[in-house]
């Protein structure tokens, strides 16, 4: 098969239109990343993301609506507070969970009894899923626990002969995957952090929790259990308050020979004397943007990547760490 980029007009979208009607797989941009689309009513169509991408079949999947779709048709038991955050904050890069009506194909939720539904902000998005009309399935666009794709270049690298279309919506603003939010409960909690932070949900909820996933416990949103966000070569993990230990993780991996960068901010940037790096951006929200394609080009020119990150300032960089962490996690 090959895999052809196309740039989002009425030729292409008829295009993918028919790829969904037939079954099949297309990627599309969002704000966040790309996701790999399939519709959500059929089983056999959702099977085939999971054996594209290599993921694993207990790892549940998000449902992409556009604006003007009426959710009360898939799900059940939506609380005012949801109501309310809703409102303010789609469509855009905040995914719920609720209790699910069973309308969609069983394998969308790997058989659990709530759905995630998400509605996407960004306009190419929006034109895909009103052309096609139906809930959309997707993930993140990649080979399963490999960096996620905020290109369609980043597609092709992971998906080419895997797909027909990839629609071309240029680079993501986000950069990090949309922010997954338990609404099936008293208070909302998150599950994985991202762009709407934990003060943004509770300015409007007028609370919000967090959940930790503990090692070893069966996860109440299974993608936490895995090694995500990962670069095909070495990695590590510092704070900017153990610079000291990121350069000499440095020197001694370049002394035993290998290509080895240092991916931070820009302002850290003049603490590294000569060595190489890639700079992320500024603010918490410009290194989220360049996340992932930092990371593609880390594993691309170097053996080893070493990340070396500002504090939790407990807003959009906790999602930035929160992906960092994974990406640089030990086999799993
Ligand atoms: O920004 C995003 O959310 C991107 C774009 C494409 O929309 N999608 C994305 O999908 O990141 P994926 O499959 O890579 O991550 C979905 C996450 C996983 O951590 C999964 O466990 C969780 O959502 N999830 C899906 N359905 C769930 C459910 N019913 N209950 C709890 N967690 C769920
Ligand atoms: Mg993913």
């Known amino acids: 098969m090959t895999t052809e980029i196309c740039k989002i007009d009425a030729f292409s979208l008829e295009r993918a239109k028919k790829i969904i009607e037939s079954g099949g797989a297309v990627a599309f941009p969002t704000e966040t990343v790309y996701g790999l689309g399939a519709n959500a009513f059929s089983t056999e169509a959702v099977n085939g993301i999971f054996t594209i991408k290599g ?112 629609l071309d919506g240029g680079k993501c603003e986000g950069g990090i995957e949309s922010t997954v939010l338990d609404c099936t409960g008293e208070v909302p909690v998150i599950l994985r952090s991202g762009l709407v932070t934990r003060q943004m949900i509770a300015n409007v909820a007028g609370d919000c929790g967090v959940y930790t996933y503990i090692k070893g416990e069966r996860a109440r ?8 966000y990962s670069p095909n070569c070495e990695t590590a993990l510092f704070s900017e308050g153990e610079l000291e230990k990121a350069l000499s993780r440095y020197d001694e991996r370049a002394k035993a020979g ?71 996690a030990g086999e799993e």
Not at 127 to 133: A, E, H, P, T
Not at 221 to 228: A, E, Q, R, T, V
């Open 55 to 166: 993921r694993p079949n207990n790892n549940p999947l998000i449902v992409h609506v556009h604006r003007d779709y009426d959710i009360s048709a898939l799900v059940d038991e939506i609380p005012d507070y949801a109501k309310k955050l809703a409102k303010a904050y789609l469509p855009g890069p905040l995914t719920m969970v609720y209790k699910s009506k069973g309308k969609v194909s069983p394998s969308v939720s790997c058989g659990l009894d709530t759905l995630a539904v998400r509605v996407p902000s960004h306009e190419g998005a929006q034109r895909f899923l009103r052309c096609v009309g139906l809930p959309i399935a997707a993930p993140s666009a990649n080979i399963s626990k490999h960096v996620s794709p905020t290109s369609a270049e980043h597609v092709l690298g992971d998906l080419n002969g895997r797909i027909e279309l990839i």
């Open 221 to 228: 949103s299974p993608g936490l259990m895995y090694k995500h």
């Open 258 to 328: 290998k290509r080895v960068v240092i991916i931070c901010g820009t302002e850290a940037v003049r603490l590294l004397g000569e060595r190489q790096n890639i700079p992320l951006g500024k603010t918490p929200s410009e290194m989220a943007k360049n996340l992932y394609s930092a990371l593609r080009e880390a594993e691309k020119q170097f053996d080893v990547a070493i990340a070396l990150v500002p504090e939790n300032d407990g807003g959009i960089m906790e999602g930035v760490i929160n992906r960092l962490s994974k990406a640089c």
